[in-house]
């Protein structure tokens, strides 16, 4: 267990993390995407924080880290929610009129 | 030794688990493999001595994960037997992105000539992070507490479909729902 | 006292100590319910070891349909994470696992059992079953936050994680004493996570379709839940192994078959709560007086220090 190996792994997840959060339909798939980009995110932040500089600093990141993590899914469902009820739809390619 | 082995499965596991989240043909399965990505991750945070942080991502994922299966059955309309899908939009440049990505994630980790570790961890990381929090990076939590209590309000404000006044009725005391009357 | 951790080589026996006390408290309940149906006793003593040959002979019976890896992991999933609730409990001078954040630990094992019961309700492909998992998921939602506040507790008055120092700080007082508000919150989320008593609403659901060696599972599942929560609880509020004349682990052991035995015996004296009648009072009565609790604990912590 190196840095190398922490920041390799970490990469994988954030990248297929980046795939399904580009390639899904669904709202809820499309936040699942974000998620695991958010859990590379968490594994690199340790890997950093272990082997360059094991700080509390580096834990209290973390914590906004996981912090930002709850507040994606709250807002997530409430807006996944709100567009259910409002167009009877979950899917991304019919909710694009919103960014007009 | 052992610490690299362990930490090898996990990896696996977590990587493996979380292409399985894009690959497998059920919600609940979906959602709770990402959950198994979540806690090998949460598990390997123990492997370098973070200790709390490794036991709350597991705790908050976990529940997360939980919910999230109600949203996503509740949206998707699946029942519980298996049935093919494939909900995908851009699926050739989207993973075209995604090995780009982890190319260069990859590359930068491998040849970054990172330098070597300052300091040490305290004897006691719980009590350190206890006392970052509350005293030097107390402004981070600060601005923590009022962001969460934003969203809380924020996402009710928009999931909720009715207000209090619907349930309880114009005067609060909920005397329409007492008196036998269906909410409005 | 200092706790010490043992080997890897004394888990088996920890276990088999856990499902020897989760066997008990069901031998109790049997003959309470003996008891209430006019029997002799001794039939209802003999219940667990009556059930467990009958299920192990029992044909597995299988669902149409059925998501049968995610069900298999729900019904497991019961009885593992009481097996790791336990492991940081300190067995007097000894523990399993000595983690600095044992209480958190412990909160992180409550919610694996969110998922297991959902899943056990999800896997068989049954209306009753998967009704009851998400029932489940409603009532876990009404008793986490309360039991999450009602677990900060004693940490702030023992000022660590580590169930170890919570065990030390009550050496002169136990805590039931000052916080019992939330020695009376964390019984209720016993009951919650173990699916039993007033809140064992869903359970019924999630059996429905289980037979042989899985219903065996989540019924030793609750049982140990039900255990581990009480051996926690003895630790978190009841001093651990504090006691006169008897060994530590012996007091340990005393309080924590006291404590499962009155949580078993309530079962037959108290209603059960639908989930959704539970909502409203754990939200706007549990919640707000644990949150007070924690503050008077805070202050006397303050103000002594």
């Not at chain 3, 000894?94 to 899943?119: E, Q, Y």
Request: glycine share 8%.
């Amino acid at each position: 267990m190196t840095l190398q190996t922490m920041l390799l792994v970490a990469a994988a997840l954030f990248s297929v993390g980046l795939y399904g959060a580009i390639s899904q339909q669904v709202v809820v798939m499309v936040m699942m995407g974000l998620e695991l980009m958010l859990n590379g995110v968490i594994l690199a932040a340790a890997a950093f924080w272990w082997f360059l500089s094991p700080t509390p600093d580096g834990q209290v990141l973390l914590l906004v880290v996981i912090t930002a993590m709850t507040v994606e899914m709250a807002m997530g469902f409430a807006v996944a929610t709100l567009l259910h009820r409002s167009r009877q739809s979950d899917m991304t390619d019919m909710a694009t009129d919103l960014s007009r | 030794m052992l610490t690299g082995i362990v930490f090898w499965v996990l990896a696996v596991i977590a990587v493996a688990t979380g292409v399985a989240v894009f690959r497998v043909d059920s919600m609940a399965r979906a959602t709770y493999a990402l959950a198994a990505s979540f806690i090998a991750v949460g598990l390997v945070l123990l492997l370098v001595d973070l200790e709390f942080l490794g036991v709350i991502t597991v705790l908050m994922m976990t529940m997360e994960m939980a919910v999230m299966g109600i949203y996503m059955i509740m949206f998707m309309g699946m029942n519980p037997a298996l049935m093919p899908m494939d909900m995908v939009h851009g699926k050739r440049p989207a993973l075209a992105v995604a090995i780009g990505t982890f190319v260069v994630l990859a590359a930068g980790a491998l040849l970054i000539p990172w330098p070597t570790r300052r300091g040490a961890p305290a004897a006691d990381l719980v009590t350190s992070l206890g006392e970052a929090v509350m005293e030097s990076k107390m402004l981070v939590m600060m601005t923590v507490s009022p962001v969460l209590f934003a969203t809380i309000v924020a996402a009710l404000v928009l999931a909720l479909p009715k207000g209090r006044y619907d349930r309880l009725g114009d005067d609060l005391r909920g005397t329409d729902m007492r008196a036998g009357k269906a909410p409005r | 006292m200092t706790v010490t951790e043992v080997s890897v080589g004394w888990v088996p026996m920890a276990a088999a100590l856990l499902l020897v006390v989760a066997a008990a408290a069901a031998s109790l309940d049997g003959a309470l319910a003996a008891r209430s149906a006019g029997q002799p006793l001794g039939g209802g003593l003999l219940t667990p070891v009556a059930e467990t040959t009958r299920l192990f002979r029992q044909r597995r019976r299988t669902t149409a349909a059925a998501d049968l890896p995610l069900q298999r992991i729900g019904g497991a999933g019961l009885l593992t994470a009481a097996l790791l609730m336990v492991a940081v409990v300190p067995f007097g001078r000894w523990t399993v696992a000595d983690l600095t954040v044992g209480i958190v630990w412990f909160n992180a094992m409550d919610v694996l059992v969110w998922a297991a019961v959902w899943l056990a309700g999800w896997g068989p492909n049954s209306a009753h079953a998967l009704v009851a998992g998400y029932r489940f998921l409603a009532q876990a939602l009404s008793y986490e936050l309360p039991l999450m506040f009602a677990l900060t507790a004693p940490a702030v008055a023992a000022g660590s994680l580590r169930l170890g120092d919570v065990v030390a700080a009550q050496s002169g007082l136990w805590f039931v004493v000052w916080m019992p508000v939330a020695f009376g919150v964390f019984c209720v989320a016993v009951a919650g996570f173990s699916v039993w008593g007033p809140l064992g609403a869903p359970a019924s659901g999630v059996f429905t379709e289980a037979s042989g060696v899985d219903r065996w599972l989540l019924s030793t599942g609750r049982y140990a839940l039900l255990t581990a929560g009480a051996a926690f609880g003895t630790t978190a509020f009841l001093g651990g192994g504090h006691g006169p004349l008897l060994p530590a682990w012996l007091w340990l052991l005393v309080k924590t078959a006291g404590l499962l035995a009155v949580l078993v015996a309530l079962r037959r004296r108290l209603p059960v709560v639908a989930p959704e009648r539970f909502a409203a009072p754990a939200w706007l009565v549990a919640l707000p007086l644990v949150l007070l609790q924690l503050l008077f604990v805070s202050v006397v912590v303050v103000v002594q220090a």
